[in-house]
């Protein structure tokens, strides 16, 4: 079944307008949602809208209300809402450029497709979208969605354009309060040498595929467990993670564990796992062979050492004497 698109209306740029539709880029299907159930009965716990001593009241009943003081509210219905006119509801005006880089990951919200409406509009979309790649800019401006005006993105995606929803400068909390108890000291050098190799280790191109919602997985398992039992199940997930070192740690502790990091396989990035788990058996079968023939050389030798100097020793003497 074909998505529908969230909001229709028109990109400006100067003189161009171009029709266009908007879809959601992410989808909820993925996670888990519960609903309250009465225990004795397994039947769902409903919600009624009530009014203090009046009791429940029908939806038809009910408006929006916006707090002046106390108690005391100016009334607004949904139609009065809907008739604030303002141009952002079906236009979105590119009104400024900016370098894609530029804007700081904090303010990104959330990310919508945007396309053409239909086929006398892909001209003119085609030409914004490869300008803007052309150009390695991303295009601001507001848009009215769902009863709020949002500062949003736009940049090139693929054939299509992205739109990503922006927070507001207001709505961004300043990080200086948060960060404050955090001391300027130097970082130590070598640690800074270790740590640096380890990230450069573990570096690979970004492929999300290579992770997965292990909670929503473990309770799909526990889920599955009960439904199979018609009882109590328990379903544990393994946390591949070590456990935090104690905060009377020192140096020496950073540096051997960051060390033990590097030279573990535990180091090695998401491109290279998958070879070196294919050869791991064959790689630790050799390594100890090639031990322990060294081991049996290295011996060897030294026994041939002794019996010489032995040797050498017994043929002085005789020419003393």
Not at 156 to 176: A, F, N, Q, V, W
Not at 238 to 257: C, F, I, Q, W
């Amino acid at each position: 079944m074909a998505p529908r698109p969230i909001w229709k209306g028109q990109i400006r740029l100067s003189l161009v307008s171009i029709p266009v539709e908007m879809f959601s880029a992410t989808q909820s299907g993925a996670s888990i949602s519960f609903r309250q159930i009465h225990r004795e009965s397994g039947k769902r716990i409903h919600y009624d809208k009530v009014v203090e001593g009046i009791g429940p009241v029908d939806k038809e009943e009910i408006v929006k209300g916006y707090e002046v003081g106390k108690d005391d509210y100016v009334l607004l219905t949904d139609e009065e809402i809907e008739d604030v006119k303002i141009e952002t509801k079906k236009t979105l005006e590119l009104v400024q450029f900016v370098d894609t880089c530029s804007i700081p990951p904090l303010y990104f919200d959330k990310p919508y497709y945007v396309v053409p409406q239909d086929e006398l509009a892909e001209d003119a979309f085609r030409v914004v979208r490869d300008a803007l790649r052309q150009a390695k800019k991303t295009g601001l401006g507001q848009l009215s969605l769902r009863g709020k005006e949002y500062l949003v993105a736009l940049r090139p995606c693929g054939t299509g354009l992205l739109l990503e929803t922006l927070h507001y400068e207001d709505e961004i909390r300043k990080s200086d309060t948060i960060f404050s108890d955090i001391s300027d000291a130097e970082t130590d050098g070598d640690l800074l040498d270790v740590a640096t190799q380890l990230i450069e280790k573990k570096t690979a191109p970004f492929d999300a595929s290579n992770f997965k919602n292990h909670y929503t997985a473990a309770l799909k398992a526990l889920i599955a467990e009960k439904r199979k039992k018609g009882g109590k199940a328990r379903v544990t997930v393994e946390d591949d993670e070590p456990a935090p070192a104690d905060k009377g740690s020192n140096v020496v502790d950073l540096m051997a564990t960051l060390k033990k990091s590097l030279e573990g396989g535990g180091g090695e990035s998401g491109e290279k796992k998958s070879g070196a788990k294919s050869g791991a058996s064959s790689a630790r079968g050799s390594k100890a062979k090639t031990t322990a023939k060294s081991r049996s050389t290295k011996a060897s030798g030294s026994k041939s050492t002794k019996s010489g100097s032995a040797a050498k020793a017994t043929t002085s003497r005789r020419k003393s004497a």
